[in-house]
Every structure is written in structure tokens, then in C-alpha cells.
Nanobody, 115 residues
């Protein structure tokens, strides 16, 4: 089992920055990749960024050049540095951790970009 907990959301003005954190516990040795997803009201959940256990990263086109996914050590915690935020980045942001058997999700953290 793996537990996933996000933190760091909040209200920020357009052009501002936020850093989200994702802490995993439990059988973290089994994690192959972690990622950040987001879901805006009335929309489907979408990929934001992922990072594999080997350190390879992948980003949605909408956040390339603005967001950076990273991790403190081998797997934990994983950060999402969000810069140049736009109102359309407003969403609940979810962290997930993937093993060979399944994907574990956190409860999400709200990010609101508004003046």
C-alpha cells in the first residue's frame, strides 16, 4: 500500500508562483513513477507532469516552460513548482504514485489563480 498526501495549494494572483509538495509513505520502494494531474470544474482530470524513478520528466504542452516537477531524493517528496500562473491553471491538483499493480491518488489540493 502507498499513501499520497499533497500540500501547498492556495490563492495566487496571475503571474505568481506556487510550489506543491507530494509526500508518499508505505511501500515506496515499489513506486515506478509519480505525477501531478489537475481537474478544473466541469472538466476531466488531465496530466500536468510526471517523473519516473529514473528521473525522466514529461509535461503537458500547456505548462511547458512554466512548471517544473522535481523530487528531493530518490522518490520523496515530489514537488511541482508552478511559475507564471494563469487563471486557466485554476484547478484541484492531484498527486499520484504508480506501481506495477496500481496507481495511488492523493486527496488533492486547490489552486486558484485570480486577481
Amino acid at each position: 500500500q502507498v499513501q499520497v498526501v499533497e500540500s501547498g495549494g492556495g490563492l495566487v494572483q496571475p503571474g505568481g508562483s506556487l510550489r506543491l509538495s507530494c509526500v508518499v509513505s508505505g511501500s515506496i520502494f515499489s513506486i515506478r513513477a509519480m505525477g501531478w494531474y489537475r481537474q478544473a470544474p466541469g472538466k476531466q482530470r488531465e496530466l500536468v507532469a510526471t517523473i519516473t524513478s529514473g528521473g525522466s520528466t514529461n509535461y503537458a504542452d500547456s505548462v511547458k516552460g512554466r512548471f517544473i516537477i522535481s523530487r528531493a531524493n530518490a522518490k520523496n517528496p515530489v514537488f511541482l513548482q508552478m511559475n507564471s500562473l494563469k487563471p486557466e491553471d485554476t484547478a484541484v491538483y492531484y498527486c499520484n504514485a504508480g506501481t506495477a499493480a496500481r496507481t495511488y491518488w492523493g486527496q488533492g489540493t486547490q489552486v486558484t489563480v485570480s486577481s
